[in-house]
């Protein structure tokens, strides 16, 4: 399918002359972008037509001592995560529709640090679905056997201080693969669940001070999801703005001082007639994906039938769509091995700091993401170039949420940003 077929009549002629299709670029791979583009086409067109053996002490005399996490244990424990991990989750492939939604997620997969994804769109719609159905697509990776905060054991920024240290003095801890984690942050939780707390156990059994993990530690080099993300206490979110600027969560509780890494996929979900987010947590998100319902009435019915299917047998569903997620996972795999080998020309480069420049974006990040997801959909595609057209399916998604709000403006913002798009390419 070439860029001509897609954009319709009235702009085909123009963007066909200066942006042609590449011929390794293999659309049919990956159908979500072209109806992407034939989206945004549409808009425009209406617009104008690990264990520690080493204990420190305090001043006070008191050993204080870090999680030491039994291997075996750990062993065991992904065994059990194992077969918890069997229980029937939808397959991703087979969700009808959303396809803002499921590339946004692809995307962020394949390069983490675009930043990850909030969703806002209508109840009911299958955004928090589509977000636990990624789970059967997330690929390998290499961790320190017995680390609680799955320390990657090549990388010292996502190394944990005792992995570090160990490390440092010459010890080669084990090393074992595991599935990325994915972590759900329930709006009830306290702060001490989500940044870690003291081990009270330890304290009155051995007399340590010993610190016991929370969520930003599991979900290190993972994703951590919070569905109904406008309603999360603002004492959490400020927690969560912390870490996701500085890659590390640091706990001071009852005399310990403890940092971990914790460099991590966010993605959020919700609907906005529930509560706006504060703008800079907005900002965090790398791309933001808008869903709607769906009003072919013939589409609703397949998407009725596919759901009454799953539930009938959930086994028999997913047996179903085997070699479609198949498919997909060995396709995120490649995208993940060739992204390093991806290349965006500097013509491309300078009209997307244009565009941001001209829509007013504040600060670099806008810039920095496009850049990013237009390399990971062309890797995605399996091309080893970026194209207009990558750029022009990825931009509505990272620059929408950076806009000014103005209150008179009706237009949506991702069509203001494909306006502005097609000013600069042309």
């Known amino acids: 399918m070439n860029m001509a077929s897609l954009l319709g009549s009235s702009s085909a002629s123009i963007f066909a002359s200066r942006f042609p299709t590449s011929p390794s670029c293999n659309s049919s791979r990956l159908p979500i972008c072209s109806t992407l583009v034939q989206r945004n086409a549409r808009g425009f067109q209406g617009r104008f037509g690990t264990p520690i053996h080493k204990s420190r002490s305090s001043k006070f005399g008191i050993a204080v001592s870090n999680v030491a996490v039994d291997i075996k244990s750990v062993e065991q424990g992904q065994e059990l ?77 996502s190394m944990g ?50 610190f016991e993990p929370g969520l930003l530690a599991k979900a290190n080099r993972g994703i951590l999801y919070v569905d109904e993300v406008n309603l999360l206490d603002d004492h959490l979110v400020d ?27 966010l993605i959020g979900s919700g609907n906005p007639e529930e509560g706006e987010l504060r703008p800079q947590l907005l900002d965090r998100f790398g791309m933001h994906a808008q869903v709607g319902t769906v009003r072919d ?44 080998l991806v290349q965006i020309d500097q013509d491309l480069k300078v009209k997307i700091s244009r565009i941001c420049a001209e829509l007013n974006v504040d600060g670099l990040r ?40 103005d209150p008179l403006e009706s237009i949506d913002s991702g069509l203001l940003v494909i306006e502005k798009f097609y000013e600069v390419f042309s």
């Open 239 to 265: 927690v969560l703005l912390d870490s996701a600027a500085s890659g590390w969560n640091t706990v001071e509780r009852e005399g310990i001082s403890i940092s971990h890494p914790a460099r991590f996929i």
């Open 81 to 157: 995560a194992s077969k918890e991990s069997q229980r029937p989750v939808y397959p991703f492939s087979a969700i009808v529709g959303q396809d803002e939604m499921k590339l946004c997620l692809l995307l962020n997969v394949i390069d983490p640090k675009i930043g990850g994804v909030m969703i806002m769109g209508d109840r009911g719609t299958g955004k928090s679905t589509t977000v636990r159905s990624l789970v059967d697509l997330l690929p390998e990776i290499l961790v320190v056997a017995g680390d609680p905060y799955n320390s990657d054991p090549e990388d010292p920024e």
């Open 297 to 340: 009435a013939e589409l609703r019915v397949k998407i009725v039938e596919e759901r009454a299917r799953f539930d009938k047998n959930p086994k028999e569903f997913r047996d179903s769509y085997k070699v479609e997620q198949e498919k997909l996972q060995s396709q995120i795999s490649s995208a993940r091995s060739s992204l390093s």
């Open 161 to 210: 201080m005792d992995v570090r240290e160990r490390i440092m003095m010459g010890d080669k801890p084990p090393v074992v693969t595991s599935k990325i984690n994915m972590v759900d942050l329930p709006l009830g939780a306290t702060e001490d669940r989500v940044c870690g707390t003291i081990d009270i156990e330890k304290a009155l059994t051995e007399g340590v001070k010993a």
């Open 366 to 405: 806008g810039d920095i993401v496009t850049n990013r997801a237009a390399k990971a959909l062309a890797a995605l595609k399996g091309r080893d170039k970026v194209t207009a057209e990558d750029i022009a399916t990825v931009i509505p998604n990272c620059l929408r949420h950076r806009l000014r709000k």
